[in-house]
Every structure is written in structure tokens, then in C-alpha cells.
């Protein structure tokens, strides 16, 4: 069976934190590919990205050129209703287009202690697997006050050894002072450079 892991995200841009993130998880879990899915629209996030999306998935296509488990989806492509993109549609449609497949959704420790106010937690739960990247610092304990069920608490699994994370915002802002930050892979930077992004 493969394992496949789900690594949603804006990739405002893609950056080496990113790839240490996807590196750690498929080393820790066995995973056999990563799926780095940019997403449309995010519904918790009120401001949207600085680039397009067909921008943000060419960078993310670039990124993936650095590992062969690494794969570049559009799966979760902004919607034709202008609509929201939710996990759960993602993981429904995933799942569907892709059966025997194992599923293990990457997500931060602070979006995973929002997962309440994600469309049908409930059932996000029992569609994946679900990797939680702790960052230094963050109490682990409060993971506890979600008030999981032991089922659901067996589908959670922490991820711990990711260094101090990279702030894309603090990427953007060094991009537009016209630096060229150490972060941001050296195909990705040529791409943000020609297409004057983040200026």
C-alpha cells in the first residue's frame, strides 16, 4: 500500500523549511511520496497570497525537483464558485481518485489546534492519518485539550525534530528590499526574480 503524505499549504513561496518539513516527515513515517498541494483559497486565512496560483504551483513544482518522493499536485486548485477550498473536499476526492492508498495529512501544531473550527473535523479524522509539526517551544500538553477520542488520538502522530521555522512573510519582506534570502531554493529565486514577484 502506498503511504502518501498530503503537505497543503499557501507556498507564498516555497521555501527550505518547507523541504525539511516534507524530508522529516516521509524519513520518520515510512511515507513513499509527498504530495505538495498548494491550496486555492484558504477559508481561516483572510488575506490572500501575494502570488497567483498558477505561480505558486510553478514554484512548488521546482521545489520538488529536490526529492524523488516529492510530487507536485494541483489538486486543490482555487475553485470554479470562488468558494473556499476545505480539506475535507480534498481528502474526499483524494481518496476516491486514489484507492488503496494511505493518507497522512502534514499540518502545523498551531492549525492542527484550530482543527475545531475546520469543516467536519469529525470526519477529517477518520479520513487520515494526521502529522502534527511541533515547533521549538510549542507545549505538546495542549494537544490533550482538543478533547480527542483514544481513536482519534491513535490517528495523530507528532512530528518534533523541525528546527526553528521560516517566516514567509519575513521572506516576501526581504524579497521585496531586493535581497535574495539563503531560504529560498536557487530555481525558485530565478522564478521570483523574472516574474517580479513580491515587490
Known amino acids: 500500500m502506498r503511504s502518501i503524505g498530503i503537505f497543503g499549504g499557501t507556498f507564498d513561496p516555497p521555501h527550505s523549511g518547507h523541504i525539511d518539513v516534507a524530508r522529516a516527515a516521509a524519513d520518520n513515517f515510512g511515507l513513499s511520496e509527498i504530495w505538495w498541494i498548494p491550496v486555492g483559497r484558504q477559508p481561516l486565512k483572510p488575506t ?3 502570488a497567483f496560483y498558477s505561480q505558486r504551483l510553478a514554484m512548488v ?3 520538488c ?3 524523488y518522493r516529492f510530487v507536485a499536485s494541483g489538486a486543490d486548485a482555487p475553485r470554479g464558485d470562488g468558494q473556499p477550498n476545505f480539506t475535507i473536499d480534498l ?3 483524494l481518496r476516491g ?5 494511505s493518507w497522512w495529512n502534514i499540518v502545523g501544531a498551531d492549525s492542527f489546534l484550530d482543527l475545531r473550527r475546520w469543516k467536519q473535523p469529525e470526519q477529517l ?7 502534527v509539526v511541533s515547533r521549538p517551544g510549542f507545549d505538546l500538553s495542549r494537544i490533550n485539550d482538543l478533547g480527542l477520542t483514544s481513536a482519534q488520538s491513535s490517528r495523530v502522530h507528532l512530528l518534533t525534530d523541525i528546527e526553528e521555522p521560516i517566516s514567509a512573510t519575513d521572506l516576501r519582506d526581504a524579497l521585496k528590499r531586493g535581497e535574495k534570502p539563503g531560504a529560498v531554493p536557487p530555481p525558485v529565486l530565478r522564478y521570483i526574480e523574472e516574474h517580479g514577484l513580491y515587490r
Do not use: Y
Not at 479524522?125 to 502529522?131: E, G
Open 48 to 50: 490572500p497570497p501575494q
Open 61 to 63: 513544482r521546482m521545489v
Open 65 to 67: 525537483e529536490a526529492d
Open 91 to 93: 481528502l474526499q476526492t
Open 97 to 101: 481518485e486514489n484507492p488503496g492508498c
Open 125 to 131: 479524522l477518520n479520513f487520515a492519518q494526521w502529522i
